[in-house]
């Protein structure tokens, strides 16, 4: 019977724009009161500078005593009430720009946090697949890099953009209540500024992307060297990494000059677009003075306007890079977040004790990969001892992460069972309250000892600790000159393998539960400190009221004298 595998997800490679705008709208809902915030400040701003633009006109012409284009708003009576009117203006001006930064500095450190919260909260609940598709490297310039663009653009320049549309409208109106044909004149470089635009965003989105894909890349080869510079050393191969980093590196750098290259060149024919536009708002200007139409004043707002029109357009060529890029990392954080979540409710509890039933269980990684698990059928009941063995490769981890529901079967099914009639549950991440894990390799974090220890148990006292310790024949902890404080690097540094694997043994005792996996958590011990470790795990066992399921995996012959049952894998297992 051919077995249907499990399929791994393709990624999309690009997102239409409504999926972006509809994934950029879910993140706005979350950051809106600093966005909504910006947003106003920077439209407050825009009329602030609109008046300053008046009070010198009115300034001007009453130095120059000429009462001419009074306009809607009343004049300063004085010279001297036209520059107190300036002062005002300018210092709530400065105002304005060092509260409104402040608050951005507060609210955008939280709108920065909560995003990123988001995305970690969303990889760590997650489905486990096995394979994992991205290095680990990738993801996290992803949660750290494209997270902090998106938060930018969402907060900062997308309400910088609106109040520049703000400021491009008031001008126009402005500048057309005084002189309809200039402000026609200035602003007919729009249409062409809006097709540019176009063919810009569409270039610049497929560079954009091809940088940060290199930039994941030169992140993932730093952070994998510096994970394993000890095999690098022993195996003599630094140069090598050296030269890898140094090639992509010099791909990085290509493709940010290529970006360069592109986006200057775009911002040298605008620029000459908008000097064209400036000399013509200039010349005309000083024909209308020439022939007495216009005031000092007004031919100085006439340019100040000008101005203001330009601004808009030139900050949005500085905007749009922003927001391509915001784009790209949008559509990174989008693939992340194609990860199923996993199943979520009420914890699934077996206060009595718990076995596992592996029933006619079929698993493969993915359509490429072989089976690992063939139809096979295995019972560890409540309170057993089981001990599983097999060559490598044969489905040994692969049958713990089933009995975890890290995975799921491609057929049949593994139920997690109590000793009273009836009671039973399909495994899922809701009965996984009831397991205690201990995996192969160095399982710590970097921190204190107490703080690794309070994983497996968050009020965890520090007499109950020294128990687990104990058990686990991690007594040496007492022995060192800060206890429970002794700090460790990462991955356990300042520890051996050894004591590693103990002091995993002893947070994983502070969790307890119904079921006890330990998948060659006592390899690097030796045999005398393994034997004693396995005893005193079954003899504090067996003083609880409620005897916990034990399976080991193991190569270690020692183990069977334990175990009440003994699992042969073999690869191509049959069942």
Known sequence: MKVEKLKVEKVKSEYSTRELLGWFWRIFRQVKLQSFINAASGIIRVGLDFAFIWATKQAIDLATDNAGS?????????????????????????????????????????????MQRYIFEHLLRSEWRGKEQRHSGDVLNRLVSDSQTVVSVVTDTL????????????????????????????????????????????????????????DSRVQSTLQESVQH?????????????????????????????????FSSTSNLVLNIGFGGAYLFTF?????????????????????????????????????????????????????????????????????????????????????????????VNYDFPPGSTTAIMGETGAGKTTLIRLILALLKPVSGEVVMYGPGEGEAS????????????????????????????????????????HEALSLACADFVQLLPEGLDTRIGEGGAGLSEGQAQRIAIARALLRQGSLLLLDEATSALDQL???????????????????????????????????????????????
């Open 283 to 375: 010349l005309w200007s000083v024909n209308r003075l020439s022939e007495g139409t216009i005031t000092f004043g007004m031919m100085t707002a006439f340019i100040q306007l000008c101005g203001q029109i330009q601004g808009p357009f030139r900050d949005l060529t500085r905007f749009i890079p922003s927001i391509i890029s915001s784009f790209t990392a949008a559509e990174r954080l989008m693939e992340l977040e194609e990860a199923p979540l996993e199943e979520d409710g009420e914890p699934v509890r077996f206060e009595h004790g718990a076995g596992i039933r592996v029933s006619d269980v079929t698993f493969a990684y993915d359509d490429h990969s072989r089976t690992i698990l063939d139809h």
């Open 529 to 575: 400190t393994e034997r004693q470790l396995i005893e005193n795990i079954i003899k504090y066992n067996s003083r609880l009221a409620v005897k916990p399921t034990l399976i080991f995996i193991t190569h270690r012959p020692a183990v069977i004298d334990y175990c009440s049952q003994v699992i042969t894998l073999k690869k191509d297992n049959n069942g």
């Open 159 to 214: 309400p910088q953009a609106l109040a520049v549309i703000v400021r491009l409208v008031c001008a126009f109106f402005f500048l057309f209540s005084v002189d309809s044909m200039l402000a026609v004149s200035v602003t007919v470089v729009l249409p062409v500024f809006i097709l540019l635009s176009r063919l810009y965003i569409r270039q610049m989105r497929a560079i954009t992307r091809d940088v940060r894909q290199t």
């Open 426 to 465: 399909p495994v899922s991440p809701r009965t996984r309250c009831n397991l205690v894990y201990v995996p192969q390799g160095n399982s710590l974090f970097s921190g204190s000892l107490r703080w690794n220890l309070r994983l497996g148990k968050p009020d965890a006292t520090d007499e109950q600790m």
């Open 70 to 114: 009074a306009g809607l708003l009343p004049k300063p009576s004085t010279l001297f009430a036209a520059g107190a009117l300036l002062i005002g203006i300018m210092a709530l001006q400065m105002a304005l720009g060092y509260v409104g930064r402040w608050i951005a500095a507060l609210l955008g450190v939280e709108s920065q946090n909560r």
């Open 229 to 261: 510079h000890l095999v690098l050393k022993t195996l003599e191969r630094v140069p090598l990494m050296v030269s890898t980093l140094s090639q992509l590196q010099s791909t990085l750098r290509r493709q940010v000059r290529h970006r360069t290259l």
